[in-house]
């Protein structure tokens, strides 16, 4: 499905997020602005005003005193080391140096912790509003977007923004500061010579700024790259039993090597681009310090100024300078921060597909578990030129149960989809209970519906949270009752601990069989009035299968049901069967009249019933 296009709006809510605009999906371009996507961080750390404030006056006193070292120097020098000065005199002046220290570390000390707080606080804030917001989207949104590559950037960024918050946008202030602050005690000290300075920034800020584009457009592709690598390592890690059954080790490897070699070499680009900006910049800023320290130097031979004072200027000279050449390499971070700040703001702004209407028609209570697909055509974005249903009509009776078969692409799943509305069809309209789905809220709809997937889909998690993920209030004596309904009961008590035994990633310490009864006692716990099964059956030895069965047929009593399958038994007890073919229904009615019928199902049934015989007599 083609995904909703992000907002361009440079200061959205990190929460809250914004209406849409007229750039593309996560990948699209990084807007034009150099800092602009870090107002986003702005924003999530303006939730917290007394850290901020608290950071900012800690970061203001270190800078001021940072900038006022020098000026001790130069009592010390003037005062402390004059003939004929006392002890006194000379125990003063260090005190106060040694004072100046005690406060410069104080105060880096409450700057660190509050903006190391600040870096952690708003990465956990912009994660878990990124999570929020992707959970909204539809199912179709990930056809586009790859969940892996997803994965990666909200590590990969969010790593980027918590260096900015917690380290960068600290510094660059702390050096701005100083900056100002040694600027004008230069300004004090020598006017002349320090007004040199002000013909030096624009040679200095030019070059910045135009390094500082090339170096954000190289260091978001960068990032884009590292993002490819790992939806890589996710991807062929995940299948990697695929890779040795088919020894193609070889292959991936050197797949991968060419996506490493790929972000290495990007990234060369970026090291190239941002080492040229900061030595262009120590360069020019440097350079021209020293040439007016050079005159400095010549005044205090002609007796012009004191030894303090030229002590003072080169020391507030070196923190200037210092600052100076420290901002061109943070300025290289800011526009890397900015380049994740920007794919994080694109997800954060996407807006779902599918959404509750302003006011939305509530379903009727209680619910009858009706269901009405009127003259509906539904073409998936990402396959506009084939449809998928065409002019699909069927009523399914509250309390029915009616099968749907038919060959591969016939539109089966796609029935399951709209049923949910995960995605709205092109024409005609579906309806549960005499209610248009557009017009209700998809999680009303939903909470109507359960779902037993062809694999038992579960979760990195207990037992107990599994089975209680369609029901979560649902107490231990509800989930035995349930567990017992779907054959389950005995195997969940053989395990270690019981209902706490963790399951593995997607229940890999299960098998087959039992992954699917726990989806099934799933679907019991949610007790909906409508149920989908989605070829339940279809993946199970013999043994597995009749347990699920017979769990099943307990399953859809009093329930409205939909079931795919292209097992003859699954379907046999059905009110209805409905053959499709090609998005239309070819056929309708029980496993006896379509058999004499002659027709589609006829055939798909001789077919099963020579393969079932094959393999009896094999």
Do not use: C
């Not at 679907?523 to 017979?550: F, G, H, K, M, N």
């Amino acid at each position: 499905m083609t995904a909703p296009a992000p907002a361009t709006a440079t200061s959205p809510d990190p929460v809250t997020p914004v209406a849409n605009g007229d750039s593309e999906s996560p990948v699209s371009p990084a807007p034009r602005q150099s800092l602009g996507p870090l107002r986003m961080i702005w924003n999530a750390a303006r939730a917290y005003p007394s850290r901020v404030a608290m950071a900012l006056m800690a970061l203001v006193v270190t800078a001021v005193t940072t900038a006022s070292v020098p000026w001790g120097f130069k009592q010390v020098v003037d005062k402390g080391f004059a003939k004929g000065s006392d002890t006194a005199t000379i125990d003063h002046w260090f005190l106060m140096l040694i004072g100046m220290v005690v406060v410069l570390a104080i105060g880096t000390a409450v700057r660190f912790y509050n903006v190391s707080w600040l870096g952690e606080r708003v990465v956990a804030d912009i994660r878990l509003a990124v999570q929020q917001n992707l959970l909204r989207q539809a199912p179709g949104f990930f056809e586009e977007n790859s969940p892996k590559e997803i994965s990666s950037r909200m590590t990969a960024d969010t790593a980027l923004i918590e260096q900015v918050v917690g380290t960068t946008v600290s510094v660059a202030l702390r050096n701005i500061i100083t900056a100002i602050v040694g600027t004008g005690i230069l300004f004090a000290l020598a006017p002349k010579l320090t007004a040199g300075l002000i013909f030096a920034v624009p040679v200095v800020v030019v070059p910045i700024i135009w390094f500082g584009r090339r170096l954000r457009k190289e260091a978001r592709s960068s990032q884009d790259r590292i993002a490819d690598i790992g939806a890589m390592v996710s991807e062929v890690l995940g299948a990697v039993r695929i890779v040795q059954a088919f020894n193609q080790e070889r292959r991936e490897a050197e797949r991968f090597a060419g996506a490493v070699e790929e972000s290495f070499t990007t990234a060369k680009r970026r090291i190239s681009i941002r080492s040229t900006l900061t030595s262009v910049a120590m360069l020019l800023v440097m350079g021209s310090l020293t040439l007016l320290m050079w005159q400095g130097a010549r005044g205090v031979a002609s007796g012009e100024i004191s030894g303090g004072t030229i002590a003072q200027f080169v020391l507030t000279g070196a923190l200037v300078a210092g600052a100076f050449g420290s901002l061109s390499e943070v300025y290289g971070d800011l526009v890397r921060g900015a380049g994740a700040a920007s794919r994080l703001s694109e997800l954060l702004n996407e807006q779902p597909a599918i959404a509750p209407p302003v006011r939305p028609v509530a379903l009727p209570v209680p619910p009858r578990g009706g269901l009405v697909f009127d003259n509906v055509t539904f073409r998936y974005p990402s396959r506009p030129e084939v449809a998928a249903l065409s002019q699909f009509t069927l009523t399914v009776e509250p309390g029915e149960t009616v099968a749907i078969v038919g060959p591969s692409g016939a539109g089966k799943s796609t029935l399951f989809q709209l049923a949910q509305r995960f995605y709205d069809p092109q024409g005609g309209v579906v309806k549960l209970d005499g209610v248009p789905l557009i017009s209700a809220d998809p999680a009303e709809i939903r909470q109507r519906i359960a779902l037993v997937p062809q694999e038992g889909t579960l979760f990195a998690a207990s037992a107990r949270d599994n089975l209680r993920y369609g029901h979560w209030a649902a107490s231990d004596e509800a989930i035995w009752e349930a567990a017992r309904a779907a054959n389950a009961e005995s195997f969940l008590r053989e395990l270690p601990q019981g209902l706490d035994t963790f399951l593995g990633e997607n229940g890999a310490r299960l098998s087959g069989g039992q992954r699917q009864r726990i989806a099934i006692a799933r679907a019991i716990l949610r007790d909906s009035p409508i149920l989908l099964l989605d070829e339940a059956t279809s993946a199970l030895d013999a043994e597995s299968e009749r347990l699920v069965q017979e769990a099943l047929e307990r399953l859809m009593v009093r329930r409205t049901t939909l079931v795919i399958a292209h097992r003859l038994a699954t379907v046999r007890a059905a009110d209805r069967i409905v053959v499709m073919d090609g998005g239309r229904i070819a056929e309708i009615g029980n496993h006896d009249s379509l058999t004499r019928a002659g027709g589609l199902y006829a055939r798909l049934a001789s077919l099963q019933f020579d393969e079932n015989r094959l393999f009896a007599d094999s």
